[in-house]
């Protein structure tokens, strides 16, 4: 199998976003229409907030896992830009102030209170991942970011417009990601034409996007599930 | 058994560095008193090299273990001191140019040519040891860094001394090192101080310290072996 050309294998990589991203779950649907009430808003803070607290950590295990320094490098700015640097208080600081003016504490979401099991599977199996393949493929994995910035625009519009309830001044972690995501995702890409040669390698990296996809949608499938089917019909297991 | 006091405690660890730090091991003494030949010196300048480039991967294989966000966010800063961030290339820069001084090549050090199978058992124990047990005992094995600022010191001079043929300027590792180390053992001890609460963890950190103590002597011992005793009487195996 010839390896594809650069055009060729960004087009597999952006068609896997297209098929798989979770901008078109229902969940978000709901979300961003304003269907969601305060409870369920909350619920979605509180366990999106279980991935956000493990980027971090999946970034430093990417970091143990690559050789190049120079990549190190670059990659850490990830870390300094979720856990805080100088000044700067950091995207975790930043959606705990979103939990607090959603009506969560602190402890609510140190605690994990109201994670789901779905969601905690779905993140712990990324960061297991990540500490388990080859770096590339962590890199891949983190691709979602191309598609992340249309996402995070329709978002905060929709939180400003729906739900007025939640300071406009706590949604600062939406406001300073499509930048980042943009700088990421294209440093993520250059890695990935650069260091998946073969042909293999290169499906591996449109393999390792899907998974990461697909745990995305499995956090929301939970958070479905809890808040819509199991809302309308009550929980056959309790 | 009660937990130590502060002073106690901080009074064990202190005594693993005075009875098993590698300051006083036979091959430092050799090298301190200019009895190295430029051979063996680049011998050693290469394989604390494999030591050197794995403190990222284990710093940042800490990092992944550690949940409290305002200890990665100074742990982090060990990481950009050895590979570097904006404009300060970084230690492992700087050894790269050490060993250039020293007459090897970035390849010579890039593909662990001189890599003693000792060392590289020692080095790779260590990362495993921080990829494997709590994060406040990576910590506690940092520690070192306690005793460091007087062996680089004397280092510093001895090569000064004995070494002239090394340009001077590239000796910038051994300057910059013992500032760091006290800001960094500061740190460091101050965590274990406040993390290992009870008496068990108090003398796991103790034995996480006297465990590094013994990798890096183990370094020393293959490399003395290497540079003496297989020198003096021949390789018994070839």
Redesign the interface.
């Known amino acids: 199998m010839q390896p594809w050309e650069s055009d060729e294998f960004t087009e597999q990589l952006r068609q896997v976003g297209r098929q798989h991203y979770h901008d078109k779950h229902p969940f978000h649907r709901l979300m961003n229409e304003g269907r969601l009430d305060r409870e369920q808003i909350r619920l979605w803070v509180a366990n999106r907030f279980y991935y956000q ?1 493990n980027i ?3 970034d ?2 990417l ?2 896992r690559c050789p190049l ?1 120079e990549v ?2 670059r990659w ?1 700015q990830r ?2 830009d979720h ?3 100088g000044d700067d208080p ?1 995207g ?2 930043k959606w705990l102030r979103l939990g607090e003016a959603a009506g969560l504490s602190r402890e609510d979401l140190a605690t994990d209170r109201l994670l789901l099991p779905g969601v905690r599977f779905a993140v712990d199996a990324y960061v297991q991942f990540v ?1 388990s393949r080859p770096w590339i493929e962590g890199v891949a994995s983190s691709l979602t970011e191309l598609f992340a910035p249309p996402l995070m625009t329709e978002r905060l519009a929709a939180f400003e417009k729906h739900y007025p309830w939640i300071d406009p001044g706590a949604l600062a972690y939406f406001r300073s990601r499509p930048s980042l995501a943009a700088r990421d995702s294209e440093h993520g890409l250059a890695l990935v034409l650069a260091y998946c040669r073969n042909r293999e390698e290169q499906e591996r990296a449109v393999a390792a996007l899907r998974f990461k996809c697909d745990l995305l949608c499995a956090q929301l499938d939970a958070l479905y599930y809890h808040c819509v089917v199991n809302a309308e019909v009550g929980d056959p297991f309790l």
């Open positions: 607290k971090p950590i999946k430093a295990l970091l143990a320094r190190r490098r850490v870390i300094l856990d805080g640097w950091g975790i600081e500490a």
